[in-house]
């Protein structure tokens, strides 16, 4: 399929987070309370009106998801930009064109698009910042075969997951990473 028969395909957003069943409050409420810095809405004033799109790879029980999708909705909200939706573990085929590392299924992705249907840019699963503060959190876990190394793994995702709700340095960061990525 073309990018675009999988753009069709998606869900909007509202039809997806309609449907969650996990982490919608959370994700309401990072799009409730976030909102683009001057700096960002100035870097995208030349995408408004590009026809830019967006596909999103996600699952509604991700934490990156929950922080990313509503940022990436404000930004596509200020440039116009539509977005749809495409559950990862329904979409294996287009998902595995996407591997993070070239073997990780991991989310959410977002694939942008042209009026034409052609890839512009592809941003995901975290910005650097992010990726930075669970490769330090990962650094302080047990190793594998530790017998607390899995309730410590829960804790260290329930901590990430939380700071992801509340931490606006978190959240502009990200901004600025799919800002950065779409204007290239």
Sequence with gaps: MSLNQWFEKGLTADQYMTGMKVNQNEMNQILAQ?????EDKESLASLKGKGLKAIV?????CGDALLNNPILLKIAEEIGMEVRFLLR?????????????????AIPIFIFINENG??????GPRAKQLQDLVDQE?????SQDDPDFKEK???????????????ENL???????ICDTIRK
């Design 34 to 38: 976030f909102s683009l810095s001057d």
């Design 138 to 142: 990962r650094s302080q876990l047990p």
């Design 153 to 167: 793994q829960m804790a260290m995702y329930k901590r990430l997951v939380e700071s992801y709700q509340v931490d």
């Design 171 to 177: 959240w502009h960061a990200v901004a600025q990473s």
């Design 118 to 123: 052609e890839e512009q840019a592809v941003w």
């Design 57 to 61: 790879l996600s699952e509604d029980w």
């Design 89 to 105: 573990d329904q979409n294996l085929e287009l998902m595995d064109q996407y591997l993070t590392n070239g073997t990780s299924r």
